[in-house]
């Protein structure tokens, strides 16, 4: 099956510094990927969809400026975390998806973000 | 295995035992279903899927029922094992749609 990658799979880090999440599509040209948030014990939340080539799609209430996305490559999405702050310490995962017939999406393994 | 609020439901089930997770979605235009598990720590996990022209289908071990007049999806799960402890969620979009919406998820636990 398609496999889809993150990194780093944790990181901590100081308040008011930036993060950059890494979500790769190993085996497959993903042309849409999306971000997902989850807080414990809560479900998925779609933050942002993304397609190669173009901006972002964020979902209401998502901060653009906050949350930056970049969809360089048809393998590769990238989610910065800007001046985080200990709310936005959560489980961010990514999925890929690679078109036709349903748009399947595969997801990745999850990064674990804590900010102190 | 119906969910209020931000409390994930729970079920436990003795081993060899069959479970039966719910959902209940909300759209409903929605015609494409899919149930995922989510083990700890991990990625959420393609189990199962059924379009809207079925009311039943059924994989190995897992079977989902759809029942569309209530808005409501089922997943079967045949003579349970440990490793089937996981969060199970629902989750609903348009055939062809690329955008996912969640449900709360089921955390099932298997009793040895």
């Known amino acids: 099956g398609a496999v889809v990658s993150q990194h780093p799979s944790w990181v901590i880090c100081k308040s008011g510094t930036s993060v950059k999440i890494e979500c790769r599509s190993l085996?497959?040209?993903?042309?849409?990927m999306f971000w997902y948030r989850q807080f414990p014990k809560q479900s998925l939340m779609l933050m942002a969809t993304s397609n190669e080539g173009s901006k972002a799609t964020y979902e209401q209430g998502v901060e653009k400026d906050k949350f930056l996305i970049n969809h360089a490559s048809l393998t590769l999405s990238t989610l910065t975390v800007t001046s985080a702050h200990p709310e936005d310490s959560s489980f961010y995962i990514c999925?890929?998806?690679?078109?036709?017939?349903?748009?399947?999406?595969?997801f990745g393994p999850g990064t674990r973000l804590t900010v102190l | 295995g119906e969910s209020v609020g931000l409390h994930l439901p729970t079920l436990s089930v003795q081993e060899g035992d069959n479970s039966i997770i719910n959902c209940a979605y909300s759209n409903s235009a929605s015609d494409y279903f899919i149930w995922y598990k989510q083990e700890s720590g991990k990625g959420p996990q393609f189990i199962i899927d059924?379009?809207?022209?079925?009311d039943k289908r059924q994989g190995q071990r897992v079977t989902v029922l759809l029942n569309k007049t209530v808005k409501h999806l089922s997943l079967q799960i045949a003579a349970t094992q440990p490793g089937d402890s996981a969060v199970y969620f629902c989750?609903?979009?348009?055939?062809?749609?690329?955008?996912?919406?969640f449900g709360t998820g089921t955390r099932l636990t298997i009793i040895p």
């Open positions: 999925s890929a998806s690679g078109g036709a017939p349903h748009n399947e999406q595969f």
């Open positions: 989750a609903e979009t348009t055939f062809g749609n690329e955008k996912l919406t």
């Open positions: 059924i379009r809207s022209n079925m």
């Open positions: 085996d497959f040209q993903a042309t849409t």
